[in-house]
């Protein structure tokens, strides 16, 4: 795990998916990004935080597709 000194977040700009890979048996994803400036980079995420982000993902397109105000 990579840990940052100072209290401000890492920041990476995706431009695309490259691929999205199951590893470790199973329990985690491997998310291949290209950046704007066409590098590659790697998010591993656990199965149980994969299953949170799509909650949370799902919740925020439902409230900014709501048309009410």
């Known amino acids: 795990m990579t840990v940052s ?3 401000v977040p890492y920041v990476l700009g995706a431009a695309a998916v490259r691929s999205v ?8 994803l491997a998310i ?7 590098s590659e980079f790697c998010v591993l995420l656990p199965i149980g935080v994969v299953g949170d ?7 925020m397109m439902s409230v900014s597709l709501d048309p009410r105000p």
């Open 21 to 28: 890979e199951v590893i470790d048996g199973g329990g985690t």
């Open 53 to 59: 982000l799509l909650f949370q993902l799902a919740d």
């Open 5 to 7: 000194d100072s209290a």
């Open 32 to 38: 291949r990004l290209r950046s704007p400036d066409d």
